[in-house]
């Protein structure tokens, strides 16, 4: 494949670059509940009480033992957090809430079906059951502190109960979003080295029940090609006692948990106390290249900036109701799904479905069902309810307090909507930026203290320093109306600690491009690099515009183009591929695949098709291009770079801007006339 040109297309080119629109306020009401709504708090995490402001967030678990230094900077740029420090999050999570709240609802159950019951598992139910998924997976899987199992689970209380359950034993899990393939699957298996799978038979999806046990087949195989051998696949049962899939399970490999775990009734397992800057678990994210990114994520210093954002931007008391419409298999279902919310001693909301299954109500029905009062969920939904049912909320009598946005850009105008109609005109709104390897929020107002902005981010959480660069490494300054890089300044507990397995891909990616010394050990001398553009408004609000890499963002699920290229080019017929991100009024962006063919290869629309669902058993359906464009040749430079640029121009109808200094100018024509007719 002809090597890549440097000037991509990138979300960043084909943002909305939306004007500046005025400040909307909470309420005296909210203010006065709210869990931070002391103004100090800025001052408290300046840069000049950095890194002991974060001694806040510490504060808020229970240590096994204190940590003695709250920020080792010994092996820049991968930060240690509350060294010294012995913890267990699966104890912060659950055990500690015991004494006063083992009544309290833990996890509300959401199934998707409309004749199945919600389920609501009590904090002394969790308890119970991930003690005994704890005693499994010691006993009869073999697991001990620092092992890695691939799990690749849908929405259910089994994924949290997996999760935390390894979490009490120190073993590092690493979940596997359900809609992904089997081969996505296995990649993760390989590169975490997994020896153990946990998946589900079946699960309910826009009202189908899939076979989902027949990816963890696919996985197993495709891993043993690549030498990574998995010894038991652990399958949950949607329904105990019933096998849903129609793929035959293994003799010897494969094992009902349901039935297993009847061998393991009554069992306690005392949580291991675990190394703060330990790994609780691996989520990988798309990258640069082909090969997906492990990001390593600690214990200690994890859990305390999931609590603290929690409970200072969520706004959670343990009297809330708290849903959080996102996938557990994404970092923001890990953060604030389970780990954030379970360790303020919330009640976390999980539905299994689509929220528009089966209309545009059904999430407003849920809501008022379980008199959800905190809601939070990505644009893309939001849109996606205001086309199908811009009338529907106010049929139910639901009131949220808050509301959260999340994974990508919202307009204003859409906003106004979720402002208006969602949160009934009272809700606050926080829109909050930030990333898989961030762990928690990076920009967000705080909601009884800052201002909410259509379209805005707001600015840098206390003790988050954002700065925006230019390509050249110069400070570009706030109200300067330009976009350039965003990074930040300074380390903070919730950054992953490395990619797992590689520390030169880590240093490369986030931290080279504008480090001021490679051999400093100084925190000041390394800034974070997000991979993003932004622009700073006079206020200091950002606003973010997306990937400046050949990273999109669908959905708010990040795919790297490069993978989409790498899975287009396993159809045998094709030469090249090149992806671009296309505006998309529900999806924010798709991905547009522009393919050549080998000599000998005819273009029909049969071949579209076909790499089309190559991409889709490759990587999944999330990552199924809008278009796939059969081409006679890529527009490329003379020395043989394809020029996504101009192919971006193309599938969005913009200007492509001089294509005389192309080998091949003639074809940019051709193509146009193919795209736009």
């Known amino acids: ?140 899987g073999g697991l001990k502190a620092g092992d890695r199992v691939t799990l690749h689970l849908p929405m259910g209380p089994e994924l949290p109960i997996t999760m935390l359950a390894c979490a009490r034993l120190g073993v590092i899990h690493s979940q596997v979003f359900g809609g992904f393939s089997g081969k996505a699957a296995a990649d993760r298996v390989v590169d975490s080295g997994s020896n153990i799978l946990i998946t589900q038979d079946a699960y309910y999806r826009s009202g189908k029940l899939l076979d989902h046990k027949k990816k963890s087949d696919e996985a197993v195989a495709l891993a043993a090609k690549e030498g990574q051998k998995v010894d038991k696949v652990l399958v949950w049962q949607r329904y105990p006692g019933k096998y849903s899939a129609a793929t035959p399970m293994v003799d010897g490999r494969d094992y009902f948990v349901n039935d297993v775990l009847k061998d393991y009734y009554g069992k306690r397992i005392d949580p291991v106390p675990m190394n703060a800057e330990d790994p609780l678990f691996l989520m990988y994210t798309s990258g640069t290249t082909g090969k997906p990114k492990g990001c390593q994520h600690s214990i200690g210093g994890y859990l305390a900036y999931v609590a603290g954002t929690s409970k200072y931007v969520q706004d959670i008391h343990p009297e809330d109701v708290y849903w959080c ?50 809601f939070h969920t990505a644009p893309t939904a939001i849109r996606a309810l205001r086309k199908l049912g811009p009338d529907e909320p106010a049929k139910y009598d639901y009131q949220f307090k808050h509301m959260t946005t999340v994974g990508e850009p919202i307009e204003p105008e859409v906003w106004k909507w979720y402002h208006k109609e969602v949160g009934k005109g009272k809700a606050i709104i926080v829109d909050t930026w930030w990333q898989t390897e961030t762990g928690g929020f990076l920009c967000s107002t705080l909601p009884a203290i800052k201002p909410m902005k259509p379209g805005s981010a707001g600015p840098g959480m206390p003790g988050i320093h954002p700065i925006i660069y230019d390509d050249e490494g110069k400070e570009l300054p706030r109200g300067a109306g330009i976009a350039g890089n965003i990074c930040i300044q300074n380390p903070w507990p919730g950054a992953f600690q490395t990619i797992w397995g590689d520390r030169d891909r880590f240093v490369d990616t986030y931290y080279a491009r504008y480090c001021k010394d490679p051999n400093s050990k ?70 547009d695949l522009y393919v050549s063919l080998k000599p000998g290869y005819e273009a029909s629309d049969e071949l579209a098709k076909k790499i089309s669902g190559v991409i889709v058993e490759e990587i999944g359906a999330i990552a199924r291009p809008r278009n796939v464009w059969i081409v006679p040749d890529m527009p490329k430079t003379r020395s043989g770079k394809i020029m996504r640029r101009v192919l971006g121009a193309i599938s969005n109808k913009t200007n492509v801007g001089d294509v005389m200094t192309l080998a091949n100018p003639e074809i940019v024509t051709e193509v146009t006339k193919m795209v736009q007719g």
């Open 1 to 140: 494949m002809a090597e890549k040109e440097v000037i991509e297309t990138s979300e960043a080119q084909i943002a909305v670059h939306w004007k500046e629109e005025g400040y909307y306020y909470p309420s005296t009401d909210f203010i006065a509940q709210a869990n931070m709504s002391c103004e100090s708090v800025y001052d408290r995490f300046s840069l000049d009480n950095f890194p002991n402001c974060f001694k806040e967030y510490a504060d808020l678990l229970d240590w096994d033992e204190y940590w003695h230094t709250i920020l080792d900077t010994s092996d820049a740029p991968c930060w240690k957090w509350f060294v010294g420090g012995k913890i267990n999050a699966s104890y912060n999570c659950v055990d500690r809430h015991l004494a006063k709240n083992k009544n309290k609802t833990a996890i509300h159950y959401v199934p998707e079906p409309l004749d199945e019951k919600y389920e609501h598992i009590t904090y002394q139910e969790l308890y119970v059951r991930v003690n005994e998924m704890a005693a499994l997976l010691r006993d009869f």
């Open 325 to 374: 419409m996102a996938d557990i298999g994404w970092i923001t279902g890990h953060s604030y799904i389970v780990y954030g919310p379970l360790a303020l001693c919330a009640s976390t909301v999980i539905y299994e479905g689509v929220p528009t299954y089966p209309d545009a109500g059904r999430s407003w029905r849920i809501a008022q069902d379980l008199d959800v009062n905190i």
């Open 522 to 591: 100084n925190w000041q001398d390394w800034p974070y690099l997000t991979g993003d553009a932004a622009v700073e408004a006079e206020d200091g609000y950002y606003r973010i515009l997306g990937r400046i890499d050949d990273v999109i963002n669908v959905s708010g699920h990040r795919l790297g183009t490069k993978e989409i290229e790498s899975a287009a080019l396993v159809a045998v017929e094709v030469a090249e591929a090149a992806v671009v991100p296309m505006k998309h009024e529900i999806k924010g962006v798709e991905p």
